[in-house]
């Protein structure tokens, strides 16, 4: 495989996607910490943020507009990422974030502001144990005490079986000639043809077969970051933790919240082999891994963050803000887990959702609203942590600047809902969340278009139709305009009646 001579085996010839990644948000990293009882760094406050291997950008800019008493740092080694990171900035008037074209290395060796929070997605497990060790060592010199750190990589022991895929992708590519998407399309074909033709691998790995029939399906750009570095790399929990115990880190917790908690996600059984661990949080989380042959991690780490007393918790707790992360009418009570269907009592859950379907609150505002009259603390707590790890509730921005919020996101959102609409989702900046807000194509056209429904189906359709975009019927086009329609149309009740007023509720929409 042709390679740049200063991208270290790291794919430079594919620009990455442009995506946002909801685990990086200042609020939620903030809350992970609190339910891991560390006190951490205020995110509240100015706080300084940087992502290492920032991409194209679009996270860093959606969250320094979200967050505009943050200073956002961006950094990746790709001159077209940081290209498009900064005209994206310059479109969105983003005044409080910057983006720099530099290596881990170069990082390490640069004078630069310290941190409040860092976040590296989709970096650790993609690189050289070389550029590892300069981020470790950015991470000792650069983060603050109290610090966060936000890191996801490919994770053992679920990905045993799908690095000899990765592995036979990659080397297949090296063999080819012509652009990198067009090998990918060649190694992935013959991978198919490989595993219809009996390979004993694919019989013998269940895993990798559903991963390849998952691969054939997607584009082709994301594939090649994804799989086709030299230094793809799986690791065990323990041994991240190691590595980061180098710059003073430890654990605290995961952005997919529901892994937080055990009874979620264990079976008694399980749970009880876990618990003879004892404290050593490094082995519990990875037996956890073999308990759920874990494939992908998303951890929370904190530097020196102390330990405080339950009523500093408890206090920490009720100044944190709530709102819902959808719709009331979509909200669940039940969620398939690895231990099981799980099903949350309504009376016990449902009437924090009733009181946040109102407006974004605090913890003690919880309390004290009238739909939760009769629970106590301790039982709205279970339920605020209960909702929040099924996906129904966020912890947000406080209420204080939220004005000043809304007009840097409003410029954020301009600048996006400027740019032609795109097959895939769009995501816009809320000043409540402080995070991003994910709208499908037609949800797009709906909120920039009409309030009226017959207009706003006319509108919406002519508009997809224009862009080249097929409605699907699960993962069938929909080849038919009346059925096209009838879709659009279904879509838009559904839009006016329940999003958007909640997208008013969230700041996206007037």
């Not at 339910?35 to 509240?44: N, V």
């Not at 090649?224 to 590595?243: G, L």
């Not at 500093?312 to 909200?331: K, Q």
């Amino acid at each position: 495989m042709q390679e740049q001579s200063w991208a270290e085996g790291y794919v430079v010839d594919v620009g990455y996607t442009h995506g946002f990644y909801r685990e990086l948000t200042p609020a939620l990293l903030r809350f992970v910490t609190l339910l891991g009882e560390a006190q951490a760094a205020d995110i509240e406050k100015p706080f300084t943020y940087y992502e290492l291997g920032c991409g194209n950008g679009y996270s860093t800019a959606l969250l320094a507009a979200a967050n505009p008493h943050g200073r956002f740092i961006g950094a990746d080694f790709n001159p077209t990422h940081i290209h498009n990171a900064r005209k994206l900035a310059a479109e969105a008037e983003a005044g409080n974030v910057e983006f720099i074209e530099k290596s881990f290395a170069e990082m390490v060796a640069m004078e630069l502001p310290e941190a409040d929070v860092v976040a590296l997605h989709g970096v650790y497990s993609w690189i050289n144990a070389e550029n590892r060790a300069h981020i470790v060592e950015f991470l000792r010199r650069r983060l603050k005490p109290g610090g966060i750190v936000y890191i996801s990589y490919n994770s053992l022991p679920g990905q045993c079986q799908v690095a000899p895929l990765q592995r036979l992708l990659a080397d297949h590519a090296v063999r080819g000639s012509g652009p990198l998407p067009a090998r990918i399309g060649q190694s992935v074909d013959y991978a198919r043809r490989l595993e219809q033709a009996g390979a004993d691998f694919f019989r013998a790995s269940p895993i990798a077969k559903t991963r390849l029939a998952s691969i054939i399906k997607q584009d082709p750009s994301y594939l090649a970051h994804e799989y086709y570095n030299d230094h793809w790399t799986p690791f065990y929990h323990a041994d991240v933790a190691r590595d980061l115990a180098e710059a003073k880190l430890t654990y605290a917790g995961s952005t997919a919240l529901i892994e937080n908690f055990d009874q979620f996600v264990l079976t008694p059984e399980l749970a009880a082999l876990v618990a003879e661990i004892g404290d050593s949080s490094a082995m519990r989380e990875t037996v956890k891994d073999f308990a759920r042959n874990k494939v992908f991690r998303r951890d929370v780490f904190t530097r020196g963050a102390p330990k405080p007393p339950p009523p500093v918790l408890d206090s920490l707790l009720g100044r944190t803000r709530f709102a819902l992360a959808r719709p009331r009418s979509g909200c669940r009570l039940t969620e398939k887990t690895p231990a099981g269907d799980l099903t949350l009592e309504t009376a016990a859950y449902a009437p924090v959702l009733d009181a946040l379907a109102r407006a974004p609150m605090t913890f003690d505002e919880l309390v004290r609203a009238p739909e939760t009259t009769g629970m106590t603390r301790p039982k709205v707590r279970q339920a605020v942590f209960g909702m929040a790890a099924l996906g129904n509730v966020l912890a947000t921005m406080p209420a204080e600047g939220e004005t000043g919020r809304r007009a840097s996101t409003a410029r954020f959102n301009k600048a996006i809902l400027a740019r032609p609409v795109a097959r895939a989702d769009t995501v816009l900046a809320s000043p409540v969340w402080g995070s991003g807000v994910a709208l499908n194509p037609i949800d797009r056209l709906l909120l920039n278009g009409p309030r009226t429904h017959k207009d706003a189906v006319e509108h919406a359709l002519k508009n997809f139709l224009k862009s080249g975009a097929k409605v699907k019927r699960g993962d069938h086009p929909i080849e038919s305009m009346e059925e096209t329609r009838a879709m659009i149309d279904e879509r838009a009740a559904f839009f006016h009646s329940d999003l958007l007023p909640f997208f008013r509720q969230i700041g996206i929409a007037e």
